[in-house]
């Protein structure tokens, strides 16, 4: 009896594993009804925080506005979702907008100051040593959480890593957040100390659509690019490809045109909220840490920039105003709308930007590319160790 039941066995169990999977495949296609609800929540939620961050004329407003209004919500226990196909259009997106900024114009001004541009890269280059180096044996961070945790900058692209390479993403949105929020308001401070006249921060410049077909040959390579990436597994792979595609377009001049401000700023929004969405289950103890961690690593950063631009200072005629920006581990967008606020100058303020973007960009896709195929190691951080008395 037990041969002849036997096939019916098997039959059956292959009828219940096919229709499992089946009604899960159905559901991924068609979340439920309050799993809409949660993303539409999420989406509302990371709007009024960039629009709240915007309205403070905050200079990278959106993106950490959106995130912060998330990592609260998520933190207080708020459901936060982000599906993951909007998430990789979203990646694009804000990969074409980043590869947007090399222009002809910026990469002729490179070659004008190359001592300055020489200390420029030795800046970044040695920012990101110490801080990832002060983050690792400080706060014990895992070697990959460091890196991207000490990035001199491109925290969009930081965080799709973070999120890509599943890194410690809490605690580097919380570094990275805490950065630009004292950049934003310690760097104009301290330059009207020095003399500088200080403005409201000057409104983003909207791109116009100059050419539907240019707009449609960025839209096409800079995602065949981005989808290459993806099925070669480089690390960010959407979004470094997009900005590749992009930046080779724009810095040749093949193409004058950008996305529409409206398309952008959503994506650069919704990249906020996927980051916002992982400080899920957060507690407060720990974020006391992850701010310890952030104070510090900014202080490391800042103090490496300040030494390298009191020596341009020294060995070049540039004010002192003009370099202290340049030279400012903070994102490019960011960056310029601070120099448009101050009267700097924005070619020099520009072209040291790029340059510092083109170095940060490569070097973390590549070193993260690294520590993603070998091992990990781990540390739990200095207050969830043994012994660490509350």
Not at 104 to 113: D, F, G, M, Q, Y
Not at 217 to 235: E, T
């Amino acid at each position: 009896m037990y041969p002849l039941l036997y096939p019916m066995r098997m039959a059956w169990t292959s009828f219940q594993a096919h229709s499992f999977k089946a009604h899960h495949i159905s559901s991924s296609m068609h979340p439920p009804p309050t799993e809409t609800l949660h993303v539409v929540e999420t989406l509302l939620t990371a709007a009024a925080g960039a629009l709240l961050f915007q309205w403070l004329g905050l200079p990278g407003g959106l993106v950490s506005g959106s995130m912060l209004a998330v990592a609260l919500a998520a933190v207080a226990g708020r459901p936060a979702r982000v599906p993951l196909p909007l998430a990789r259009v979203c990646f694009v997106l804000v990969g074409i907008l980043l590869g947007a900024v090399v222009t002809p114009e910026t990469l002729h001004a490179i070659t004008s100051w190359p001592l300055s541009v020489a200390l420029l890269i030795a800046s970044s280059t040695a920012m990101f040593v110490g801080t990832a180096y002060y983050l690792r044996w400080v706060h014990g961070w895992d070697s990959l959480s460091a890196l991207l945790g000490a990035s001199p900058g491109s925290m969009a692209q930081v965080m799709a890593l973070s999120a890509e390479l599943r890194a410690d993403i809490r605690g580097i949105a919380i570094v990275h957040v805490v950065r630009v929020l004292l950049i934003v308001v310690g760097l104009p401070s301290a330059l009207a100390l020095l003399g500088s006249a200080i403005e409201p921060a000057a409104s983003v410049r909207s791109i116009t659509i100059s050419s539907f077909t240019e707009l449609a040959i960025l839209i096409i390579i800079s995602s065949g690019v981005a989808f290459f990436m993806l099925r070669i597994r480089f690390p960010g792979g959407l979004m470094f490809g997009a900005m590749a595609g992009s930046g080779v377009l724009h810095g040749t001049g093949l193409v004058h045109t950008s996305l529409p401000w409206w398309i952008g700023s959503a994506g650069v929004v919704t990249l906020g909220a996927v980051a916002g969405a992982r400080f899920a289950n957060t507690s407060p103890r720990l974020l006391l840490g992850y701010l310890g961690a952030a104070f510090g690593s900014f202080a490391v950063a800042a103090a490496i920039a300040s030494a390298f631009a009191l020596l341009v200072v020294a060995l070049l005629p540039f004010r002192l105003a003009d370099v202290a920006v340049a030279f400012a581990p903070g994102a490019q967008d960011t960056m310029m709308v601070l120099a448009l606020a101050l009267h700097l100058d924005p070619v020099y303020v520009g072209a040291h930007h790029l340059v510092r973007f083109l170095v940060v960009s490569i070097g973390v896709a590549i070193a993260a590319r690294r520590l993603a195929r070998g091992p990990l190691r781990r540390m739990p951080p200095r207050w969830q160790r043994p012994g660490y008395d509350d």
